[in-house]
């Protein structure tokens, strides 16, 4: 079974509108009535500007919500069918002062995020080199002033050479920052580009007044216009280096995509390089044939046709461990050929290969949020003016109050100015000279603009969930969001269905209990060494085979598989019905057969012995599923069929009960035939849910959530797919039915049960960064403001200078993507 036969399906489920939404608009449209947009914003700085773009994208007409990444820098946008053009969309932004353009799927093209980070650090890379020489000369000329340079003048401390550095500087390689903060205000979203713009152009104009008019007594401080956008320059480009990392996994999968196939006409002809014709990967077409040779990737999702060869699936399982293919096998594109050539039959091209819509799930997650991120986007919306008032109070109040209660601290008696140096040194220098109120009080109001960092609020989920869905998809877990990181770190109880999930879903006829015509039971057990069948539990094999060739439950398969295996020939069967959960009733030979529970056949008035239901008690207390079998109103007897636990099941219950989590079975089978594999699990028959129906599951997970447990539902059929939507977190294998997968939150390539560990490991740790981050960045501006505004001045003398605020609030952004990255460092990967 292939993971999400429709990447339609799953845009439609990972929707903004559905579970993706970070903002909305007031209209509920229906699901089928919307579809989606995806757009690449650029010029986003913070968090500011991300509400900013999602205030403007909802307010367009005709979107009914919209969710945007920072990291990533793309929106995605529910939109009613055929009301919005994305170029007009596109437009709306760049006008607005964001450069967007629609990211057009069905061109085959797709935008790397690593290679656009690549692009913005190598365009930064001379800012930062002449910024950083206009650092080391500003600070010279500085330090110079209490050093052997104040005894001997040169033009190094010259204060009309550090009015012409710190206007290279501006005019240089902080004009983008300048530009695009006054913009911000002129737009009314200022941005934290307007916060360091304000700054340092008020430090630059506070001095060059100083320097005009001396008179005035001012003090000139040309350094720290220079020094703050030094720092922020290489915060910058620390931090964009930070998040090429963060998207690295990411870049990683949409590079698996090879972009040549070799196509040839006939398959059956010598396998050789010499043979085909070479062309884009996205022409291929559905049903032609492509060569891949020892060494290449598969360009396409296919079967295999001539050949065989081992195929690394790393890439997309995790699995290291190369999976032999043979005639008939299913291959998918992105993975490695190995050892031999093989010819394969395109099946899925473009957009519908697993590989495509593995990149599309795991894009689409990196944009959901987790809920906590709300809390971080309202602070966002109102942080720089918020910033702006807190500076204008600071310089209010120490203007007209504090330097009136205090005059000392104009004096520079024990105050200490924490400087650009101090800041990477840890050290301040006494201030030895008068200060005015005036260049106090704006030291001070500056210090707190730039000190204050959303940028910070605004990373703190995105590059967790970037990094933390990456390394997941790397190791073969597929996470749909952020808003399942956060569920998954709340759960308590953990549900396993049964069959094909705890067991390996493929049932083995292993005894047959026939009516004789005698009336005795003949019971027969059917393994390798097993005697020929007799008459009776031949024909009994034959008529349940021929019932259940209509069904594609496992338990049908086992009877139908074990027939052919005995080489009996299996009667046309025809008039089909199932009953789910009880059994399944078709005419065969003109007679009407049913094979199911004894419950169902005697409400339709067929009596089972007490004989019959001794022998079948002592095989379900084994761990066996009977079904009784009838024709024309008499009971013929009863299979047995038992489902093998998988190899991991013990190691993947006793892990998840380390990590402090229940582990509870679900299964329709009776109670006594489970309780063999629950006893092997060491499950208390409390942590037992047996005889559920189909349409109970969902019922027996909500009975546990109103019991106050937290619940993760782990199944793979389409009778699961109720419970998995129900639970809190849905758990789907790979090989599980398409819309079992579509209701899971989480998916398991592999389908290794272990995995279930893993994932919730993974999700706990990528949740725990985003409190982490967000603790952070918060305490940050929680902090950091009050210090900068001199909350600490008048007891301790302290402060911080403008530079000193500009390189902490760069470390603080670029603290938040590094803590981020530290997921790809988890134990169990290595």
Known sequence: MEVLQSVDKSSERLSPQTAISGSSGADATPASDVETI?????????????????????????????????????????????????????????????????????????????????????????????????????????????????????????????????????VGP????????????????????????????????????????????WECFFDEPVMLLGFILLGRTLEQHARGRAVAAFEALLSLQPPQARLIADPNVDLTADTGVEIPADRVRVGE?????????????????????TVDESMLTGEAVPVPKQIGDVVQAGTLNQSGAIAIRATRIGKDTTLAQIVALVEAAQTRKAPVQHLADTVAGYFTYGVMAAAAFTFLFWYFIGTHLWPDLLLGHGATLMTHGAAV????????????????????????????????????????????????????????GGDVLERVSSLDA????????LTTGHPCVTDCISVAVNGELEKQNLSSASPPLSDSAAKLLQLAAAAESGTCHPLATAIVEEARKLGLPIPPAEDFYTEPGFGVRAVVEGQTVLVGTSDWLQATGISVGDALKAQVRALAQAGKTVVYVASDNIS???IAVADALRPDAKTAVADLRRLGLRVMMLTGDRLESTLPIASELLLDTSDVLAGVLPDGKALAIATLQTQGHR????????????????????????????IAIESAQIILMRDAVTDIVKSIQLSRATFNKIRQNLFWALAYNTLGIPIAAGVLLPS???????????????????????????????????
């Open 796 to 830: 301790l003398g302290f402060v911080l200078s403008p530079a000193a605020a500009g390189a902490m609030m760069a470390f603080s952004s670029v603290s938040v993507v590094t803590n981020s990255l530290l997921l790809r460092r988890l134990p169990w990967r290595r």
């Open 425 to 480: 040194m840890g050290h301040g220098s006494m201030v030895a000279h008068h200060q005015s109120p005036l260049m106090l009080s704006l030291k001070l109001a500056i210090a707190v603009l730039v000190v204050a960092c959303p940028c910070s609020l605004g990373l703190a989920t995105p590059t967790a969930i970037l990094v933390g869905t990456g390394v997941g998809a790397e190791s073969g877990l597929l996470i749909k």
């Open 711 to 738: 619940v993760a539902m782990i199944g793979d059929g389409i009778n699961d797919a109720p419970a998995l939507a129900q639970a809190d977190v849905g758990i789907a294998l790979h090989a599980a039915t398409d």
């Open 38 to 170: 995806t757009l690449d914003v650029g010029g986003m700085k913070c968090a500011g500007c991300v509400k900013a773009v999602e205030n403007q994208l909802i307010q367009y007409p005709g979107v009914v919500s919209a969710c945007v990444n920072l990291v990533t820098e793309v929106a995605v946008c529910d939109v009613k069918s055929g009301a919005v053009d994305p170029s007009a969309l596109a437009a709306k932004l760049t006008e607005a002062g964001f450069p967007t353009q629609p990211r057009y799927s069905q061109t085959g093209e797709t935008i790397s995020p690593a290679q656009r980070h690549r692009q913005e650090i190598e365009s930064s890379i001379w800012r930062l080199a002449i910024a950083g020489i206009l650092i080391v000369l500003s600070g010279i000329g500085h330090f110079g002033q209490h050093s052997w340079f104040a005894e001997h003048p040169s033009i190094l401390t010259s204060f009309w050479f550090h009015w012409g550095l710190a206007t290279a500087t501006l």
């Open 289 to 309: 044939y492509l060569l891949v040779l020892p060494g290449e990737k598969i360009p396409v999702d296919g079967e295999t046709i001539v050949g065989k060869t």
């Open 174 to 217: 902080g004009r983008s920052i300048l530009v695009d903060g006054f913009k911000g205000l002129q737009r009314l979203a200022p941005n934290m580009n307007s916060l360091v713009g304000l700054g340092a152009v008020t430090a630059y104009t506070a001095s060059t007044v100083a320097l005009l008019f001396p008179q005035l007594g």
């Open 494 to 501: 953990v549900v396993f269905d049964k069959t094909g999930t």
């Open 636 to 638: 013929l007897g009863s």
